[in-house]
């Protein structure tokens, strides 16, 4: 256990926030800290000032406008996972984020903090780059804008700068014409983080699939995709087997290497199954 | 730095004003500072449910919480929920049911519970998992806290 | 026994206000005074040589009192053998084994100053697997066994890491193996799990200027720790005072003593100071005693109509790094070591094995579930040899009034069978019902049995206390720590006084003012401490009479008593109430009777022996309790999944004290039987405990929590407080053999370890094809 000293601020505006980030050294982004009090618990974070996030009006954002589903860096996974225009028109997402945890945690955990912790098992990940999610981020050069895919670059790795945080996450619009799905295996099948997460999307003329905690980042399963959506393979269990192209899973307390090769196809296929009635 | 802030915040209804040390949790600040011991540790990385208390009407793991967030915020805890004496129903359901053995988990179950049942006042076993999957309880009490829960919601 | 009046019925429990009020005062919640804040410094390295700590900058910390290494404080401390110094002594045997303390004005100065402790080590080669430590040319990891004290009933072999050699040797092997047709050999495997409560260890010691201490502590047994405590660091008995609290769940980790020894010598550096220490999750899962691996080989011979003539049993225990509580669940799975079966011919050969594991040592169950996994697994395999009946297997051979154990001893009050039928007909055995969507289910049964492993002299005591007005305390030894003790045995002795439930107050102990317990652990305390408290209630009724016969003028034996007065059986006019026989306790006139009344009653065991040192025979068990587990399962072929459709419990409690009561405990082994059966595994590498809080090691929660259908079986024990016998540990001993046995009933694959997680169903399916 470790006993840490650091500064904590309540930020009111964005740009003040993005200051402190961006001039401070150790300086952390805090939202509901169901990652960072962990980390910081065992070692994983050393702080030198929290930056207390959450009431930032920008970060606080949640509607449906015509560029998509715009969705606060401090909004919770609960209110997430039951948001109307969320389950109806991307129920991806609803899944994936109601998958984090238990209830209690989701009431604090925020979909930016599950992103900028960049686990490779992060839940709502998946479900994201199947939607082709962009991340709108604030920094001290101004605002940009990434692909979530370009946003996870390693196990706790992510393409934030010094001072750059995250102020929203969008689903653009057009939403996906078709079903899809999410799917989590772990050991207890209850509060447990991902042995393997697979989201399957049907966009209605073709199919983007992502695959978490098999891989550095979480990953598309491009091979799958691309047998279906170019090679017109009809089989959901032939394009399945393809999966093991696109990942690199490794052995770690919650199983093994060759479970998890096993897992992603049995899921790629039954999302498939799921998704695209093939 | 800041070692202490100044925080003002209702705790079971009664106004407070205090210094919160930075980086100490709300739990540590609910049994250490507020002497409020009902509420538990026992894991202190949001695993276990033991230190469940309301904050503003919802409930988080104290563990994962700072002191300082208190500022501005009502918070209930377990001493919290019977008034003048009187238990609260869910509280006596826990009894007739004995829906607990050792009672350390309870304190944060029943928080947790209490929270359902103001979300969904009509809860079933299924959603009753769902919403309570983050409390552990060793000793095994879950069918006995199913029942509390439904019982208490009929009643 | 219809005329019951308490015993048998529901009431709620004593604990029920505090505890839904967060009233409930566990050691953690009391204010304490001024407090010093203690802190471990542990070993990195499983097995190694301390060349040097130094402690210069801990001790020069801001806040920091007292640092103190294995050096300063050699004691040895043990129950069973004397293994354990409270910090390591020159050595270390596993990792995070404390090699220091701190103590300081804050927990953060305490920690802080922790981490400014330096060790250096010089690693040993380790033993990691109890199978290689058994062998001549392992690292020998207590190179003074053959000094170390030791209860007299163990047999270490000094020279090697064996801690105990238990044997059994009933009947005759070779002839039971001549006369059987068949005979299966197999191995089986059960790995560590942790106990994990949800409250974790937790002490605090105080030095009062004028020499006595005081203790606050989680542990399952005060008076267990104020003798260790006594022994160990030479001070008399009257001189310690153990309190407990309510305990916040135990299973066997918190029986014996560990931590509170830790705190003394500071206690006494700084008297009037309140001395604590608080494990965190991880302590206590690394720290704290873990269930023994224990790897197994199983040899039965049976006929072609499914006797079991003969019965072989090696079983090699990881029994971790101090053996001191572990050598006797090797004895007690040793004596144990045919379950549920009634074997003429039995050869055991039970060894407790040192390793740089954790510290093995006892959980709910005590061997039992290791023990008897592999006799329900095989007992399986036998009746599909022969394509029989499992259920007809276990009625055959199972024990039955007059049958005998392993050990030779004749169980009496047994009704095993019913056991079986109850949890058989509930999920509908001989039925096989057809899964949806590929999926595949199967059915299970297991039987189970347990007796206290107890010294055959573990004695309990009671004192009941008779107030002014009639109302009573009763003081006993036990610990509540969620069983319900409380409750019951003040059910006991409102049976027993006439006196309703709610008249009389019961606390949890504290050693300076109750009496005598030994452990509350092995299921005893119903059966031990309710006698005890029996006795006490019979011994105040007899004063009650004696002093209401001088009062009245009436020979005792024409008086009778209802519970507020006593009265004349041929005037009913001549009475006197509860209230003026305890209060006024004199004659009209004005002279003395007797009085104020206190009862009081002891129990010791009387039906127990020593078991012989070759053939382990003898009389080890107070009482045996059976029971069954049946359950049907659901598997997903492709994931591994195994969902529980059906699960039922049935144990024999004699006579239930409190159905309520007994039902949740039923209840709560059972849970805890299925996520060891599912989930739990303590993963090691190299001694390094791998999985050490609660992300890694998951433990069953309300979602993997199906509806438990419960039978209690009332077979009356004999000498048992009306009838009862204890069942705490039992329900959780069938769970992983009953789920095994369905899941191999659907896949038709054999199982000879668990838990049965997904990838290993996978697996096992895999390799059948
Ligand atoms: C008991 C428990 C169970 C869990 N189960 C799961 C699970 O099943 N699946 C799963 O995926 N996760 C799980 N988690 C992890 C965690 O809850 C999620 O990752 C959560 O979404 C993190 O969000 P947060 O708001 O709490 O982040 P925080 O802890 O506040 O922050 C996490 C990280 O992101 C940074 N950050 C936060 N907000 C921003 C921002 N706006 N811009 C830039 N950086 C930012 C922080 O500095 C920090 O590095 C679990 C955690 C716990 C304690
Ligand atoms: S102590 Fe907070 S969840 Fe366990
Ligand atoms: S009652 Fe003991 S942990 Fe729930």
Redesign the interface.
Known sequence: MKMLSYDYVKCTGLSEAVDILAKEEQAYPYAGGTDLMVGMRGGKFAPKKLVDVKDLPELNVFEENDQGIIIGAAITLNQIACDDSIVKNIPILAEGSHSVGGYTIRNRATLAGNICNASPAADTAAPLYTLEALINIAGPDGNRSLPVEEFFTGPGQTALKKGELVQSIVIPRPFPAGKGVYSKASRTGSVDLATVGVAVQNWGEHVKIAVGAVAATPVRALSVEKAINEKGEKSSAEAAKLVHNDIAPITDIRGSREYRYHMVEVLVRRGLEQTMGV | ???K?KIKFTVNGDSEEREAV??E?LLKFI?DEL????????????????C?VLLDG????S????A??L?GKELL???G??KNGE?DRL??A???H?A????????GM?M?ARS?LERNPNPNDSE???????????????????DAVKDSASK | MSDLKTVGTTVPRKDAMEKVTGAAEFIEDRYMGPMLYAKMKKSTVAHGKIVRIDTDKAEKHPGVKAVLTGKDYPNMIGLYLIDRTFLAVDKVRFWGEPVAVVAATSEKAAAEAVELIEVEYEELPGVFDPREGIKPDAPIIHENLGNYEIVPIFYPKPGTNIANHFKIRKGDIEEGFDQADHVLEKEYYVPQMQHVPIETHKAAVQWSPDGKLTVWSTAQSPNVVRQLLAKSLDIPMHKIRVISSYIGGGFGCKAGASIEGLLVPIAQKYPGHIIRIVFDREEDMQGTFTRQALFSKLRTGFTKDGRITALQYEMIWDGGAYTEYGVNIVRAAGYSSTGAYDIPNVKTDSYCVYTNNSIGGPVRGFGMCEMQWGIERQIEEVAKHLNMDPLEVRLKNGMKRGSTTASGQVVHDVDYEKCLKLVADKIGWGKQESGKDGKLRGKGIAGLVKCPAQPSNAASSAIIRINEDGTAHVMVGATEMGQGMLTAISQIASEALHIPVDKIDIKVPDTDFTPYEWQSVGSRITYTCGTSVKRAAEDALGQIYCIAANLLEVPQEDLSYDGKKVYSNKDPNIKATIREIADSCKKCTGEGIAGPIIGRGSFVPTNMTNLDPETGQGNPGLFYCFGATGVEVEIDPETGVVEILQLASSIDAGKAINPQLATVQLHGGTIMGLSTALYEEVRFDKGIMLNRNFTDYKIATFDNVPHIDSFIVETPETNGPYGARGIGEQPMIGVAPAIANAVSDALGVEFNSFPLTPEKVWRALKDKK
């Open positions: 730095m800041s070692d802030i930075v980086g949790t049994r002497n409020l011991t009902g509420t538990k540790s026992g894991c202190e990385i949001g695993e276990c449910g033991a469940t919802k409930p988080v793991n563990c994962l919480v700072l300082v967030e500022d805890t377990i001493e929920l019977s238990l509280q006596q826990f009894i007739d004995a607990f053995q050792c009672g350390y988990c309870t304190p029943i947790a359902l009753i998992n769902k919403a309570l999957s983050g409390n552990l309880c060793r000793c095994g009490a879950y069918q006995e806290i199913r």
